[in-house]
């Protein structure tokens, strides 16, 4: 049998590295990062989270994971900030990151952290402490919001909450776990379209 040279196994050992992603690519994106119940109140405290994971990893620490979805529920949250900058740090293509579970969490706002993640379509934000209604205009920007969660907060118990949220992201369809019908944006336009007459009126009519 003839001796490969070590240009050879190297050559072999590279094109064995490059299926291994190659693979990675097909699997991991189907498995979210799940940083749930890690008493996180910080997301710089991700990256620690993530040292440890990776550690436990075959193929080591140097590779970033290929995923589509970060999980960050049941923790303590607060802000949101600098998420997308440490999510360029664990994730292949963060511009990617379509899913964001952040429920259970103590936020009080809807962060614009959030709008840098351009193909975001689930967003989970039920079981926080979002209180403005307004707060709901913030995401008018991700034109390819799908689903969004926020029962659970206490805007749900805001007077025509599901109509304006439903008039103001005109991309969703499910809110709160419930399917948005044909009739639902019908009572929706009437409700903003009641709105805006209100404003001009001044007052009730």
Partial sequence: ???????????????NAVSTIAAQWQVVPKTPLDYSFKEIS????????ESHRRHELPYGAGIKSITTAIRLPNNHLETLDNLFTLSAKIVESPLHIAWIDLSFNNLKVIDKELL???????????ANEISDLSEIDKLVALDRLRTLTLHGNPVENSKGYRQYTISRLITLKHLDFCAITKQDKKIAKAYLDYCERKKVGGGDE
């Fill in 116 to 126: 840098q993640f351009p193909t975001l379509s689930t967003l989970y934000l039920h």
């Fill in 42 to 49: 910080n997301v710089t405290e991700i990256t620690t989270e």
């Fill in 1 to 15: 049998m003839r001796e490969l040279k070590t240009s050879e196994i190297t050559a072999q050992l590279k094109k």
